[in-house]
């Protein structure tokens, strides 16, 4: 096997977006990295399909690591998303009571954002409600509103990450996955499907595979339990028909269905909650979205009024516990990551923080940090309907994918970037090209014409001869 | 450049380029068409088999043939900015375009919206399963195949009964692809009894009255299991899967505009001369009863084109215009108001969809009065036309009822 020819302080195994965060954060402490990933692109896995919303925290458990991860990574999206040129679309949010007892629950609600440090988290009358939202179906008794949660693109803000650390010398593999752990005198060897690496340090990262990785040296602290989520997303016009995040109030076992406007300009609905086995397999099924149609419609009625653009199914990887598996082996040069449900997206950068700070507390004189001196930022390609894009500007080549109106240098440049997809559902992420209401009906053999042969799984299989 | 028209036109496909013809005709002079595609003529471009021209050219051709017929009527006369697209729509005649050069606003008295129509895809239908490579519309198989020759797969399979999607068949045929099988929820074929006959001489194996329950695959389509018309599940071996028909119009310019249009659908309302909510703008085509052939729509572009360059003529006179309510049985009537005002012609025709089968008699009527009826054997997805409605003498109190 043909060694990967690295010989690095630390290791991160997964590209999801919590591993993006983490690469990019020992990057910059000075460390020599390499960002491992089993799939053609970064969010191969569970981070691909969430509901792209930067949580406050207002409804986490307080006191929890989880909760302190979210707000710092809350803190730090807001504080580093305009150097990066990142989207941030502020919707506020809104927890509607549908009968008595639920709205019996709504000072409770408020009390914990309270206690959470969500100091502006307050009841809403009926009447207010229907000001803000006059879509929403009659029958509402009563609401809170969560004035500081925001949506973001779920995709080029771990994207970004990665590519701050790249540019500050951070290397990766994709298409590599991690087949066996050996551990060393002072670090590891493990062996991918893409050859060797020596390293100081590990990261696992793995998501749903998570366990699996911890377990191939150790009897892993965590079990994954994946639960998938399906989710609707409707066409751009809709997002006329609500203003904020329509949450229900949550229960028990869930958070519950939600509507939500992407930074994209459409609206999504989900997601359901279901336990399954199969660490891999996302299905969408026909009767849980009509279900789910129903559940939004009571909701929105005119809804149904708007055709569903795409159809996507997430796994998140639970575990047999609600809060953050993470655990750290000093002894053993390995650190954990585990467990990361929904709110990964927001706590990313937040979990980053705080594995930095448990390298600190315990893991010092393993590899010399040298911090680069000054950072440089990267800019990602804006993609937000809600900002100027790249088909108002001169010089884009024409428009390519009519529906998500991305254009011809867009998809060059993704090709050119620093960091370049090695799969269509990469470049799809990173440009939303095919991600429209035609599914690909115009633009598809555009697209497979300017991919040509710089990806070995594409949207043809040859020639007509 | 000049950036006032006449009239744009926006879509050269057969409905556009007519208009812009009958303009021509009429001495409109400097009339701009809009394409968002790098060459005018619209899907009949790479629909290669001999259904269009009888009605345009009296003689069967196949629509890539057609299409640079059609085209050849225009493009000496009047300029067609391809790969140019229309990103909004403001009231008054005001365009917003995005090309190469980025953005840019026209300004036209009158504009024409002819921008066709595609098909309802995997998701809009929301089919159970994972989401591979491989899954396409009947339209982008024709495009990779006869305008890239590039081929999406080896052993696909065809979803839907329409004529649509006997033309993929012989698309596939054309690459020296044999689609696996053709499978349909509807008991009966849409688009005609023999049709399926057709599939089963090319070595097609047909399935009515089946669900598909699952795309499995995680890279590329590897199979699809249905629920046969038996109550049987199966799993068939394939590499692709086409999604056929169920065309829908491109309305995604309308709905984020200022026009009034049908809440649930996004299709215009526009009366029998093409004329939308506000008077500046027409629409025309496939967009406003997908999915008629080509020379249908070539040669209603003509007529809303006459109508156009007449309405640059004339003083908008007085006039009132009478709702087109539907049955159940009906899914869309094109037009979905009818304007009546002096001059105007007495005789209408409308043309509607169905939701189901029905045969027997529709009838039109002024609330009690009926100015129409005759039987008609109806099929989804098929145009029927209501011809010599009479509307001499309805009045601004009257209401037209399309009804069984």
């Given at each position: 096997m043909a060694p990967l020819n690295e010989n690095v302080?630390?290791?991160?195994?997964?590209?999801?977006?919590?591993?993006?965060?983490?690469?990019?954060?020992?990057?910059?402490?000075?460390?020599?990295?390499?960002?491992?990933?089993?799939?053609?692109?970064?969010?191969?896995?569970?981070?691909?399909?969430?509901?792209?919303?930067?949580?406050?925290?207002?409804?986490?458990?307080?006191?929890?690591?989880?909760?302190?991860?979210?707000?710092?990574?809350?803190?730090?999206?807001?504080?580093?998303?305009?150097?990066?040129?990142?989207?941030?679309?502020?919707?506020?949010?809104?927890?509607?009571?549908?009968?008595?007892?639920?709205?019996?629950?709504?000072?409770?609600?408020?009390?914990?954002?309270?206690?959470?440090?969500?100091?502006?988290?307050?009841?809403?009358?009926?009447q207010e409600l229907y000001q803000r939202e006059p879509n929403l179906a009659a029958g509402a008794l009563g609401g809170v509103v969560i004035p500081g949660e925001y949506v973001i693109d779920p995709w080029s803000a771990p994207l970004a990450y990665v590519t701050q650390a790249v540019m500050h010398g951070g290397a990766w593999q994709f298409n590599c996955e991690v087949r066996e752990v050996q551990a060393e005198?002072?670090?590891?060897?493990?062996?991918?499907?893409?050859?060797?690496?020596?390293t100081r340090l590990v990261i696992n990262c793995a998501g749903n595979h998570g366990d699996l990785i911890d377990g191939m040296w150790r009897t892993p602290e965590y079990e994954i339990r994946p639960r998938k989520g399906q989710f609707l997303v409707y066409d751009k016009a809709c997002a006329t028909q609500i203003n904020a995040i329509i949450l229900p109030v949550p229960t028990p076992t869930t958070k519950g269905v939600l509507l939500c406007r992407t930074i994209f300009g459409n609206v999504i609905l989900g997601p359901t909650a279901e336990e399954q086995q199969d660490r891999n397999r996302a299905d969408v099924d026909e009767t849980v979205m009509r279900e789910l149609i129903e559940k939004g419609r009571r909701m929105l009625p005119t809804l149904t009024n708007y055709p569903v653009t795409a159809t996507y199914a997430g796994l998140r990887p639970a575990t047999e516990k609600k809060e953050y598996r993470i655990y750290d082996y000093p002894e053993n040069n390995w650190i954990s990551v585990g467990g990361i449900r929904s709110t990964g997206l927001t706590a990313a950068l937040g979990i980053a923080a705080h594995v930095e700070t448990l390298y600190r507390n315990r893991f010092t004189q393993r590899f010399p940090l040298h911090p680069p001196a000054e950072l440089r930022w990267p800019q990602m390609p804006m993609?937000?309907?809600?900002?100027?894009?790249?088909?108002?500007?001169?010089?884009?080549?024409?428009?390519?994918c009519h529906c998500e109106l991305v254009t011809r240098r867009e998809l060059e440049a993704a090709f050119d970037s620093a960091v370049p997809p090695e799969c269509i559902g990469g470049l799809r992420r990173r440009t939303r090209v095919m991600m429209g209401r035609c599914n690909g009906f115009f633009c598809s053999n555009h697209v497979a014409d300017i991919i040509g042969d710089r990806l070995d799984n594409t949207l043809v299989v040859g020639k007509v001869k | 450049m000049n950036a006032r028209y006449p009239v744009i036109i926006i879509g050269a496909g057969p409905a556009g380029l007519a208009a812009a013809r009958a303009l021509f005709d009429a001495g409109v002079k400097n009339v701009l068409l809009l394409e968002r595609e790098a060459e005018a003529g619209g899907v009949p471009r790479h629909c290669r088999h001999p259904t269009f021209g009888i009605q345009t050219f009296y003689r069967p051709m196949n629509g890539d043939r057609w299409a640079a017929r059609i085209r050849q009527r225009i493009e000496h006369h009047y300029e067609i900015r391809t790969n140019t697209t229309v990103v909004s729509l403001n009231p008054g005649g005001v365009l917003e375009i995005s090309s190469d050069r980025g953005l840019e606003t026209l300004y036209a008295e009158?504009?024409?919206?002819?921008?066709?129509?595609?098909?309802?895809?995997?998701?809009?239908?929301?089919?159970?399963?994972?989401?591979?490579?491989?899954?396409?519309?009947?339209?982008?198989?024709?495009?990779?195949?006869?305008?890239?020759?590039?081929?999406?797969?080896?052993?696909?399979?065809?979803?839907?009964?329409?004529?649509?999607?006997?033309?993929?068949?012989?698309?596939?045929?054309?690459?020296?692809?044999?689609?696996?099988?053709?499978?349909?929820?509807?008991?009966?074929?849409?688009?005609?009894?023999?049709?399926?006959?057709?599939?089963?001489?090319?070595?097609?194996?047909?399935?009515?009255?089946?669900?598909?329950?699952?795309?499995?695959?995680?890279?590329?389509?590897?199979?699809?299991?249905?629920?046969?018309?038996?109550?049987?599940?199966?799993?068939?071996?394939?590499?692709?899967?086409?999604?056929?028909?169920?065309?829908?119009?491109?309305?995604?310019?309308?709905?984020?505009?200022?026009?009034?249009?049908?809440?649930?659908s996004g299709r215009p309302i526009f009366d029998q001369y093409g004329c939308c909510s506000d008077p500046a703008y027409y629409a025309v085509g496939n967009m406003t009863h997908p999915a008629d052939m080509g020379d249908q729509c070539y040669q209603e572009g003509l007529r809303i084109g006459r109508f156009v360059a007449e309405s640059l003529r004339a003083e908008a006179s007085t006039s009132f215009q009478v709702p087109v309510i539907l049955h159940e049985v009906f899914k869309i009537a094109a037009p979905n108001v009818v304007r009546c005002d002096t001059g105007s012609q007495a005789s209408l025709t409308l043309n509607v969809r169905v939701n189901r089968y029905h045969h027997g008699e529709i009838r039109v009527m002024d609330r009690q009065k009926i100015l129409y009826r005759k039987r008609h054997r109806c099929l989804p997805e098929r145009r029927i036309l209501l011809r010599g409605i009479d509307i001499s003498a309805l009045t601004a109190d009257s209401q037209l009822t399309i009804t069984i």
């Open positions: 302080d630390v290791v991160v195994i997964g590209g999801g977006v919590v591993g993006c965060a983490l690469f990019r954060r020992f990057t910059l402490m000075g460390a020599r990295t390499l960002l491992l990933e089993k799939g053609g692109d970064i969010l191969s896995g569970a981070s691909k399909a969430n509901s792209a919303i930067l949580h406050t925290g207002f409804d986490a458990p307080t006191g929890s690591l989880e909760l302190q991860c979210m707000q710092a990574g809350y803190r730090e999206y807001l504080a580093v998303h305009q150097q990066m040129n990142l989207p941030l679309l502020k919707t506020g949010a809104m927890v509607v009571a549908w009968d008595q007892a639920q709205l019996e629950a709504l000072p409770g609600i408020v009390q914990q954002a309270h206690d959470n440090g969500v100091s502006d988290v307050a009841l809403i009358s009926t005198e002072n670090g590891w060897l493990l062996t991918t499907s893409k050859g060797r690496v020596r993609l937000s309907d809600y900002q100027p894009r790249d088909y108002t500007c001169p010089g884009n080549g024409g428009i390519v | 009158r504009i024409i919206i002819a921008t066709g129509v595609r098909e309802t895809p995997r998701h809009a239908r929301l089919v159970s399963g994972l989401r591979p490579q491989g899954v396409l519309t009947a339209g982008a198989l024709q495009q990779f195949i006869y305008l890239r020759k590039l081929k999406p797969g080896n052993c696909p399979v065809i979803v839907g009964s329409e004529l649509v999607s006997f033309s993929a068949i012989w698309t596939l045929r054309n690459a020296g692809i044999r689609a696996v099988a053709l499978i349909d929820e509807n008991l009966r074929p849409t688009a005609f009894k023999l049709s399926t006959l057709y599939a089963r001489l090319m070595g097609v194996e047909v399935h009515l009255g089946a669900h598909i329950t699952r795309i499995n695959g995680t890279e590329r389509v590897e199979s699809i299991a249905f629920r046969d018309a038996a109550g049987q599940e199966r799993v068939m071996a394939c590499d692709s899967l086409i999604f056929t028909g169920r065309f829908t119009g491109e309305y995604t310019l309308i709905r984020t505009s200022h026009l009034l249009h049908e809440a649930d």
